[in-house]
């Protein structure tokens, strides 16, 4: 069964700094990786995704990951935080290896950036 | 395209009650998937459907809970009855799961209903 971990429930970043949100996955075969956002109230948006190619990917906003096959990881990445990042962001993975496409969000974290 | 429209965004109601949550899908896309949101377990996929057709259940909580999908443009997870353990946020979600185009697998959501039960 395939399955997604996000270790950390809130992370603190000062406006400017780099900022990085963990997600580690399992799944039985390969993976489509995704990062998705959430605004207070409003349903999820697409960040990015990993499907195939190089294993840095760009996505909206300035967002990145880097897909870590040895180590089963999709970071989200950004070089200098900006206060309007603060929202909930959600890791998802999609098992390409089984027949199902299910998609599966890991517990989300909540990225808060001070002035 | 006006995107995925859920009904209602916001309900009330009194334990016992029925409650359906309606959802129109982006023209086209062949899957849709129904989440529910809470604090407690996060975002929990509770069914989802290829080309109108239930595929897996298996995150529906109890028998209480049903979903149907009786043509593209439409869907509805029904709970009957409803306890106060069912609040929360539903989301409906679709996408076109098949590879090639760049769309491809990115899920678009709704704005969510958010269910209280007295």
């Known amino acids: 069964a395939q399955s997604v971990a996000q270790p950390e429930d809130q992370v603190n970043v000062a406006e400017g700094n780099p900022l990085t949100v963990k997600c580690t996955y399992s799944?039985?075969?390969?993976?489509?990786l995704f990062w998705y956002v959430q605004y207070p109230n409003r349903g999820l948006q697409f960040l990015l995704k990993?499907?195939?190619?190089?294993?840095l990917v760009k996505g909206s906003y300035g967002f990145e990951a880097e897909f870590n096959k040895s180590q089963t990881s999709f970071h989200l990445k950004k070089p200098s935080a900006l206060v309007s990042d603060s929202a909930l962001y959600f890791c998802?993975?999609?098992?390409?290896?089984?027949?199902?496409?299910?998609?599966?969000f890991g517990s989300g974290t909540r990225l808060s950036i001070r002035p | 395209d006006a995107g995925v429209i859920q009904s209602p965004r916001h309900e009330v109601t009194e334990m016992g009650q029925e409650v359906t949550l309606r959802c129109k899908p982006i023209?086209?896309?062949?899957?849709l998937f129904w989440y529910r949101q809470t604090m407690m377990r996060g975002l929990e996929l509770l069914i989802y459907f290829n080309n109108n057709v239930p595929i897996d259940d298996s995150g529906m909580p109890e028998d209480r809970f049903s979903a149907k999908m009786p043509n593209a443009s439409f869907s509805t997870l029904k709970i009957q009855p409803s306890e106060p353990r069912d609040s929360a946020v539903y989301f409906c979600a679709s996408s076109l799961i098949a590879g090639g185009r760049s769309g491809a697998n990115v899920l678009t959501f709704g704005a969510g209903s958010r269910l209280t039960v007295l």
């Open positions: 799944v039985s075969g390969n993976p489509y």
């Open positions: 023209s086209g896309h062949d899957y």
């Open positions: 990993y499907i195939t190619g190089d294993n």
């Open positions: 998802a993975v999609r098992d390409i290896g089984s027949s199902a496409s299910k998609i599966i």
